[in-house]
């Protein structure tokens, strides 16, 4: 575009060169009829209005060029302002980081002192104790009392540090109950509140007595049997009951006063706790716990957190282990009870009434892989299986039970892929296969599952006038296609991909007490540990 002052001087130059067409146009005019005077002074209107026209224009957009530049430089201005505060934010941001460094850096070094006092203080009780043995035997109470005072000075640093104070509280006030109830409000948090609860016990004037406390009501005896597995805070207390049996153990095993925190009178009260559980066991059945009964669990961990293992019979104990053989502290209970010579014949009798998979993880547990061949173990049961469900299998079965028969069939394929998988048999056992079965099976719901959706007769419409209702279309067309979008609305993998069960064979069932082993977990107590008979893990807590 030409400069601003060259255009305006062309637009003033129009006068002129007007003036000049019209000396040429006179003299035109002379040569030619008088009719041409007409004609030019349409031609010089004409020549005005386009120069009137032009300047306008002109100095229109000489007004747009102004605002435009007045736009751009109040945009630079601010852009100018933005990047200030931006670098301002920068700068106290910086500051404040810089800050909270220092600070986190100077608690650690505070932490760091406050820990090397007290591990010097601890070395300095630990040794007044042992020097003081004598007098410790005479009063073990009191010495337990002393070691919870003597590690105090611990917790004092560790209560900073701690997510739950509280627990500190709890078991310093011998408070049982409360505990329970402490436990039962932060279900969601359970693995932080186990860690430290581990910790919390150090306070406790007698961390056995605070536990043995909290078995109080395990045996609710206004509910019948039957009710049992029916009240979830019921059910709650008593997985809180296992936990905190473990949580003694733990600390047990890992504390300097381990010979005195468990006195003669705690064991004697012990003992008459499981003397008391022990006739109600022998109602439980058997097949009906199929390995994840709680009733068993805590009996069994009672001894063996209080150390009465050899106030009872060893073959009893053993008994009871193929009730407990989902539960994944099952190896480690039968450690601490001294049975792991029994274990070959527990693992066989699990083998035998159809429950291999536990049997193999037993096997692998404790070393006796070699004379309990895993590999066989898993075609038993999944041959095991298929004998169930043959009773079932018939040309006029109905397409429930043939999904139930594919339901079991593959539950028993997932549960031993996952036992192969876990233990690192893929060669001995390949696994494709077994995936393929698993894939056809989960292709034939999916099939059935659009025929029983194309089946259901379909719901009344209204007309297309909004009065009444249309007549009911029952000729149906078979041919798939027709309901395409069933498959869309029920994928297989979103209607069939649950969590597999692991069942027992039927055939050996007896007439259950208890039901199901399935808890149900209310919103009291929520789930403490994995429950019911779905296989996620190898065992269930």
Known sequence: MEDPESVATLIDSTTSKIQQLQKAFAELESYRAVTLNLKWKELEEHFHGLEKSLKRRFHELEDQEKEFENKVVKSREMLEKREAAVFAKEQASLEKLQE???????????????????????SAIVSSVSQGALGVEEKPVEAASVAGEGNFGDMKWNVELMTYPELVKLCKEM????????????????????????????????????????????????????????????????RTCIMLMECLSAFLANSDFASNVISEDIKERAKAVAEDWKPRLEALDMDASNGNSLEAHAFLQLIASFGIASDFDVDELSRLIPMVSRRRQTADLCRSLGLSDKMPGVIEVLANIGRQIDAVNLAFAFDLTGQFLPVPLLKSYLK????????????????????????????????????????????????DPLQKRVLQLERAKADKKRETEATKPQPKRPRANGVGY????????????????????????????????????????????????????????????????????????
């Open 100 to 122: 909270k460094r220092d600070d986190a850096l100077f608690a650690i070094v505070n932490a760091r002192e406050k820990h090397r006092k007290v591990s010097s203080k601890e």
């Open 175 to 238: 408070d049982a109950g409360g505990l329970h109830k402490f436990i039962s409000d932060n279900r969601k948090n359970l693995a932080a509140v186990r860690e430290e609860i581990l910790h919390a016990l150090r306070v406790a004037p007698n961390a056995a007595r605070l536990v043995l406390d909290s078995l109080e009501g395990f045996y609710c005896t206004e509910l019948s049997n039957q009710d049992v597995k029916k009240d979830a805070n019921l059910l709650g207390l008593r």
């Open 384 to 431: 095991d299986s298929r004998k169930v469900s043959s009773p079932v299998r018939s040309v006029n079965s109905s397409p429930a039970a043939q999904i139930e028969v594919n339901e079991r069939e593959l539950v028993a394929l997932k549960a031993v892929i996952k036992c192969i998988e876990e233990h690192k048999l893929e060669e001995q056992y390949p696994l």
């Open 470 to 541: 249309g007549p009911r279309v029952t000729n149906f067309p078979s041919d798939k296609t027709s309901y395409a979008r069933v498959a869309d609305r029920y994928p297989p993998q979103y209607v069939y991909d649950r969590p597999y069960m692991y069942p027992a064979p039927t055939d050996n069932h007896c007439p259950p007490l208890f039901g199901s082993a399935t808890y149900n977990i209310s919103p009291s107590h929520g789930n403490y540990f994995g429950n019911g008979y779905q296989y996620q893990a190898t065992y269930l807590h």
